[in-house]
Each structure stands twice: as C-alpha cells, then as structure tokens.
C-alpha cells in the first residue's frame, strides 16, 4: 500500500517543474510572440519561404488575439508571393485587408496583392488593386510604386494611352522622387511602343498562297521561306510531271502528301508575322520595363 501512494508521489515531484514551465504566466516560457514571428522572419529571409509560412500560421495558432496578427498575415503573403505561389498570396493579402481595415499594412498587402493578380495573368484585378491603393491613400509610400506597375501593367493589357497617363499621374503626384528620371525615361519608349510597324499576318498568309515562301520572307523568316518554297516546289513539280506523263496515281500521292506541307506553308507564314510583331513589341517592352522595375521593386517588403 505504502509503494502504491509512493509511486504517484514521486511522478508528481518529477513532472511539476515541466507542468509549471509549460503554464507559465503571459503568452508562455518557451515561446513568446517575439520568438515565434522571428523565426518566420528568418526563414523568409533565407528564401525558406514554405517553412516561413509555418511559423506565420503557427503564430497565428498560438496568438490568436495578438496586436501583431496583421504582421503575421502580412508576412505569410509575402512568403507566397516570393515562393510563386501567386493565388495563396492573393488570399493572404485578401484575408488581411478584410479582417484588419486599420492595418499599418494595408497599403502594402494593396500592392502586393496588385502584383500577385499581375503574375496570375489577372490583369484586371491587378490593375483593381493598384488603383484601390490610390485611392485609399494618395500619400502612401507604396502609391509612385503602385503607379508604375499600372503603367507596365497597361502595356502588357495593350493600352498605351492608359501607360501613359499612369506615367504623367507619377510625375504629377511624386515630385522629386528617386525614380523620377526613370520614368521620363520612360515615356518616349511608351511613344515607340505605340508607333511600332507590324508585319499583317493577312498578307503573309496571302503571299506563300500565291508564291509558297515568299510569306515567311516577308515576315524575316528567311530560311524558312527556302524551306517552304522548295518543298512545295518539289511536290508541285511532281504532280505536274505526273500528270504530264499520265501517271494519275503518283500525282494524286504528290498531291495528296504534299497538300499538307503547302497549307502549313501558309499557315506557318501568318504565325511567323505574329511572331514578328510579338518579338518586337517584347524588346521594346523589355526596355521600358528596365527603366521602371527599380521603381516598382517588386521583391523590396519594407513596411511601415
């Protein structure tokens, strides 16, 4: 009987240091708000960005009432938004304006969320988003960066003209700020990217029609056009010196087989003048994005 009340005795001595650390006062011992949001915090910064987003659902878990949720929700987008993983990021960003009006991280979570839907390709949430930002609030900090992404956003939607008076609100609002240059830089290219010739994928499909070829010279494809006009030369040639010595059935199968070849060169002809225009409008795109990612900055998560 003696050991029988002895046992629990002794348990009981061994487990209440334990069972006092593990119901200490405030948020606990081991981990406090500062421990867990920092460990988020330094997975992000080593590009940890999945576990990083652990330890923010964890702070959340544990902290559920804390002033600094709103961080931590921040942050979790964040992590999405630089792991790729564009549509967790939206929800994130979503969640956090929803929830906390009066976050000091609305404006950014505006900004991100604006560059999340941008990398979805939802180009008309995106430009949603940064122009909410400006609205809400003019004098934000993230509102000349807003402004530039809905000028290269509007580029990518094909709308120049918007482009450019996203540019012009910039210069307009944002007097003397470090990107300023920039985004004078800028709008002479805006200018040439409106003004860019085209190649009309009408008339290269209408040319190898006539002349198999001559379509895709026209369009810069040079030696494709060698490629086609022999091919189709070489099976018309063969029909018609079939036909020419009567021999029916070879004709029909160098018609047959080479029908194919010449519709492709026809097709091929018109995709290879779209290519063309696509390829031009992408470098001069490329010249004005070199100008105004550095303002956007778009990996840069400094918060108030």
């Known amino acids: 009987m003696r050991y029988v009340l002895i046992f629990p005795l002794v ?8 069972l006092s650390l593990s119901h200490g006062e405030g948020t606990g011992i081991f981990i406090t708000e500062e421990v867990q949001l920092g460990l988020g915090d330094a997975f992000l910064e080593e590009g940890e960005y999945y576990r990083a987003v652990t330890e923010y659902k964890k702070f959340r878990i544990l902290f559920p009432s804390s002033a600094r949720g709103d961080y931590a929700l921040f942050r979790t987008g964040i992590a999405f938004y630089l792991g790729a993983e564009y549509a967790d990021a939206v929800h994130s960003f979503s969640a956090l304006r929803e929830s906390r009006k009066d976050s000091a991280y609305a404006d950014a979570s505006l900004f991100f969320e604006g560059l999340s839907r941008w990398q979805k390709r939802d180009l008309a949430g995106a430009a ?7 609205q809400r609030d003019p004098p934000s900090p993230f509102a000349p960066r807003a402004r530039a992404a809905r000028a290269l956003l509007e580029v990518d939607r094909g709308d120049v003209p918007a482009a450019r008076s996203a540019l012009d ?9 470090a990107g300023e240059g920039r985004v004078r830089e800028a709008l002479p290219l805006l200018r040439e990217y409106e003004n860019l010739p085209e190649k009309s994928e009408l008339l ?26 022999l091919l189709n030369g070489l099976f018309i040639a063969g029909a018609v010196t079939a036909v020419h010595n009567e021999w029916y059935p070879a004709a029909g199968l160098a018609g047959g087989v080479g029908l194919p070849f010449y519709l492709g060169n026809i097709y091929g002809s018109a995709n290879a003048a779209k290519r063309w225009n696509n390829r031009v409008r ?23």
């Open 128 to 134: 949603e988003s940064f122009e909410a930002l400006l």
């Open 204 to 229: 290269a499909g209408i040319l190898s029609a006539i002349l198999p070829g001559s379509g895709y010279v026209y369009a810069g494809r040079y030696g494709d056009g060698l490629t086609a006009f």
């Open 169 to 177: 609100a910039f210069l307009a609002a944002c007097p003397g700020h």
């Open 282 to 304: 992408r470098e001069v795109r490329g010249r004005i994005a070199a100008l105004l990612d550095p303002v956007i900055d778009s990996r840069g998560i400094a918060v108030p």
């Open 11 to 18: 348990s009981f001595v061994l487990l209440f240091p334990l």
